[in-house]
């Protein structure tokens, strides 16, 4: 397998260590995650790799050199973006906005979907992303709307404005319990003979849900994504957001048989379950869970109310894809095809969206909607 010059990532993991050692010897996950996607200029998605894209490899000056580690929905399909947008802007009309932020926003292939389909809907287009070789990315890709997009750091005090974040709550580091001959611990990282290896220490964390069963368990919780989520509702004052990603109901997700956790790593549009190896160079995830965000949400002070929750399938047809794909050639349905086929990303991938202030009826959950299974 090729792979990129080893300064960045040597560079990375000696910082990583530097870490571990000045922390007593042990990290959590959680700011092992953190150090390896976004530690500055050095992280998965601080340094200058490409990331997205539909193809593991890519030509340049007739010879193949490394490519992309995986594709999202706007770089397999624009009719993603187009679909999407027809809900963007429906929330735009009813919560009386002309914004939208968009978090993590990629390449910018879903920004430059959006701002095409929504028109003069959209006065202001802000993105808030932490890397900074992605940012110059999208400011290429997204030069035709330079006097509406903007690039920030932060979430101001007080947001009128619709959201979107697709494929972001994954990203966002997680803990790590497992259950150990009937003990709790935290899973963390130390160094070993100059590796990165496993450690667990007993914690008085756990999980949401009760783990039926002796057997021992790995799974995931998720207060960075949670706290996102609280800010989100301290800041939004009209508008509404709305995120899809790949999760479960709290129910699925701690399921007695789910004891292996779901962290997955992306390299070269190859997935395994090692995030100790090859630091810097892959995507690290979690998948989400939904209910904790939704509660995440609710139990804000101001709240955050579930405006919905379905399948990404069932979103993106209530969005009008199917009549969109109508229009489009054949290799541009098969395409889109895979945003709403189960053994795709139709039914893994779930949208849930948020509003504050009156209730109203998104219609992409006008049928299939699962807020109930939260």
Not at 142 to 166: H, I, M, Y
Not at 294 to 302: E, F, R, S, V
Not at 318 to 347: D, P, V, W
Request: glycine share 10%; charged share 20%.
């Amino acid at each position: 397998m090729e792979k990129t010059p080893p300064s960045l990532t040597s560079a990375l993991q000696a910082h990583i260590r530097q870490v571990i050692e000045a922390s007593g010897g042990w990290i959590g996950f959680d700011r092992f995650m953190a150090l390896a996607l976004y530690q500055p200029g050095l992280g998965y998605y601080a340094n200058e790799r490409l990331k997205f894209g539909s193809l593991p490899y890519a030509l340049q000056d007739g010879e193949r050199v490394e490519g992309s580690d995986f594709v999202t929905a706007p770089e397999m399909s624009p009719l993603f973006g187009q679909a999407l947008a027809t809900q963007v802007a429906q929330a735009l009309q009813v919560t009386q906005t002309r914004e939208v932020w968009e978090f993590g926003a990629g390449s910018g292939a879903l920004a430059l979907q959006l701002l095409e389909a929504l028109g003069d809907q959209v006065q202001r287009y802000c993105i808030v992303d932490l890397s900074g070789s992605l940012r110059a990315r999208q400011q290429l890709r997204l030069q035709a709307f330079a006097d509406k997009v903007e690039w920030v750091t932060e979430l101001p005090a007080s947001l009128q404005a619709v959201v979107v974040g697709n494929e972001v709550l994954d990203a966002m580091p997680v803990q790590l319990l497992a259950r150990v001959d009937g003990v709790w611990h935290e899973r963390g990282v130390v160094v070993a003979g100059g590796e990165f290896a496993w450690q667990d220490r007993p914690t008085d964390l756990r999980p949401p849900a009760e783990i039926d069963g002796p057997h021992d368990y790995l799974t995931e919780i998720h207060p960075q994504a949670e706290s996102f989520i609280r800010t989100l509702a301290d800041r939004l004052t009209q508008g509404a957001a709305f995120f899809l990603d790949y999760g479960f109901p709290e129910a699925e997700y701690y399921h007695p048989q789910r004891s292996g956790g779901t962290v997955m790593c992306h390299y070269m549009h190859r997935s395994d379950t090692d995030p100790l190896v090859d630091v810097g160079l892959k995507d690290i995830t979690a998948h989400v869970n939904f209910t904790s965000v939704a509660l995440a949400g609710q139990n804000a002070t101001p709240s955050l109310g579930v405006l919905g929750y379905t399948s990404q399938a069932r979103f993106l047809m209530n969005c009008g894809l199917l009549s969109k794909m109508e229009h489009a050639t054949h290799a541009e349905r098969a395409q889109a095809l895979k945003l709403i086929t189960e053994h795709e990303m139709g039914e893994l991938f779930k949208v849930i969206a948020f509003g504050v202030g009156p209730e109203w009826e998104p219609l992409g959950f006008a049928q299939g909607d699962r807020s109930h299974t939260l």
